[in-house]
């Protein structure tokens, strides 16, 4: 994979961070009794999830930045190492460094009380990692490190021929 490719990956792959908050907003518009505590429904407009979604971008898209830079960034050099392209190992990880970063936000900000932080979060990193996995390898081609050791492994193998 390029230089280029992994540049446009790290910068679009946070971008999911929003999107999934936005939808998360619009769930609880729609269903009641989807946050704990609430005897009726949601008392949300669409102005609301809007405006908040884009304070949530504001807020959350550094954050999400940061996590990535010092969390994601060791991650895609093992997963790299790995030569992993498994769409489940991507998204795992993502889920993790959410995990991570939720987990992290709760004890800094104390914020124990709110429930819907951590899933969240790991919602956001494994939808963040699964948008990774989907740029990074968006090609169907293999570079030529991994096909010349397929190839090697072929050959090598003593059940064929």
């Given at each position: 994979m390029d230089k280029k490719r992994t540049i446009i990956t790290f910068l679009v792959a946070p971008l999911m961070l929003p999107l999934v908050f936005f939808v998360f907003l619009a769930i609880t518009l729609r269903v009641p009794h989807v946050i704990p505590g609430l005897?009726?429904?949601a008392p949300?407009?669409?102005e609301y999830v809007i405006l908040?979604?884009?304070l949530m971008s504001w807020i959350g898209l550094p954050?999400?930045?940061l996590a990535e830079l010092v969390l994601g960034w060791p991650a895609w050099l093992v997963l790299r190492y790995l030569e992993t392209r498994s769409l489940i190992a991507?998204?795992?990880v993502g889920a993790l460094i959410g995990l991570i970063v939720g987990l992290a936000i709760s004890l800094l900000f104390h914020v124990p009380g709110d429930p819907s932080l951590l899933p969240l979060c790991v919602v956001g990193g494994a939808a963040?990692?699964?948008?990774f996995r989907i740029v990074a390898f968006s090609d169907s081609s293999m570079d030529?490190?991994?096909k010349k050791r397929i190839t090697e492994a072929y050959y090598k193998n003593p059940f064929v021929n």
């Amino acid at each position: 994979m390029d230089k280029k490719r992994t540049i446009i990956t790290f910068l679009v792959a946070p971008l999911m961070l929003p999107l999934v908050f936005f939808v998360f907003l619009a769930i609880t518009l729609r269903v009641p009794h989807v946050i704990p505590g609430l005897t009726k429904r949601a008392p949300y407009t669409w102005e609301y999830v809007i405006l908040s979604s884009v304070l949530m971008s504001w807020i959350g898209l550094p954050i999400a930045y940061l996590a990535e830079l010092v969390l994601g960034w060791p991650a895609w050099l093992v997963l790299r190492y790995l030569e992993t392209r498994s769409l489940i190992a991507f998204t795992v990880v993502g889920a993790l460094i959410g995990l991570i970063v939720g987990l992290a936000i709760s004890l800094l900000f104390h914020v124990p009380g709110d429930p819907s932080l951590l899933p969240l979060c790991v919602v956001g990193g494994a939808a963040s990692g699964t948008l990774f996995r989907i740029v990074a390898f968006s090609d169907s081609s293999m570079d030529t490190r991994s096909k010349k050791r397929i190839t090697e492994a072929y050959y090598k193998n003593p059940f064929v021929n």
